[in-house]
Nanobody, 115 residues
C-alpha cells in the first residue's frame, strides 16, 4: 500500500517562509517522480512543482524563483521550501506520485498566508 503523508503546514505572515515535507512509503521511492500540488479555496487543484528520479525539477510560473522542491532518497522524503509567500499561496498542499498508472495522494497540509 502506498502512503504519502504531508507535514509542515501552518500560518505565516506574507513574505515569510515555510518548509513542507512528504514522507512516502510502499513504493521504491528513488525511481519515482514526485510532485507537489495545491488547492486554494474555491479553486481547482493545480500543479506547483515536480522533481524527477534524477533530481531534475520543474516549477509552475506562479512559484518559480520562490519555491524549491527537493528529495532525500535515503529518507523517502520530498520537501517544498516556500519563500516570499503571498496570500495567493494560501491553499492545501498535496504530495503526489504515480505508480503503475495509479495516482497516489496524501491528505494534504494546510498553508495559510496572512496579510
Amino acid at each position: 500500500q502506498v502512503y504519502l503523508v504531508e507535514s509542515g503546514g501552518g500560518t505565516v505572515q506574507a513574505g515569510g517562509s515555510l518548509r513542507l515535507s512528504c514522507a512516502a512509503s510502499g513504493i521504491n521511492f528513488k525511481i519515482h517522480t514526485m510532485k507537489w500540488y495545491r488547492q486554494a479555496p474555491g479553486k481547482e487543484r493545480e500543479l506547483v512543482a515536480t522533481i524527477g528520479s534524477g533530481g531534475n525539477t520543474i516549477y509552475e510560473d506562479v512559484v518559480a524563483g520562490r519555491f524549491i522542491i527537493s528529495r532525500d532518497n535515503s529518507r523517502n522524503r520530498v520537501s517544498l521550501q516556500m519563500n516570499s509567500l503571498t496570500i495567493e499561496d494560501t491553499a492545501v498542499y498535496y504530495c503526489n506520485t504515480q505508480s503503475q498508472n495509479v495516482s497516489f495522494w496524501g491528505r494534504g497540509t494546510r498553508v495559510t498566508v496572512a496579510s
